[in-house]
């Protein structure tokens, strides 16, 4: 019986770990200004997402895309203001490959200067 009961786990853990979840492309967004994000939207051309708000320094939880590159259009507002990237278009980009991903997001809280570094994670 405690055979069979091992069995039983080792088979269900390797079902988890070989599941669709740790496919696909994966991106978060991280907060590396001294701001807070309200209403933080991310467009990729192969998905869309809302973020919700993320404190100053805060990481959001991964949210899968079916088509994504290293930079992408995002929305937020802080202190008041809405603020975007705007990419003009993907042209000669390459798609991401499946796996984990952040967009590292930072702000020195004018209109004019919202920035976006990529992280392989």
């Known amino acids: 019986m405690k055979n069979l009961l091992f069995f039983l786990l080792a088979f269900f ?3 988890y770990g070989c599941s669709p979840e740790n ?5 978060r967004i991280k907060n590396t200004s001294t701001f807070n994000y309200e209403n933080v939207y991310v467009n990729t051309s192969g998905g869309e997402y809302d973020y919700g708000n993320l404190q100053a320094g805060e990481t959001s939880v991964y949210r899968e895309f079916e088509l994504a590159y290293q930079y992408a259009y995002i929305r937020l507002e802080v202190n008041g203001d809405t603020v975007a990237i705007q990419p003009i278009d993907y042209v000669g980009e390459t798609p991401l490959k499946n796996g984990k991903y952040t967009y590292e997001v930072t702000t020195d809280g004018t209109r004019q200067n ?6 392989v994670d």
């Open 13 to 15: 853990l390797f079902l």
């Open 23 to 27: 496919d696909g492309i994966r991106i």
């Open 114 to 119: 919202l920035g976006l570094v990529f992280k």
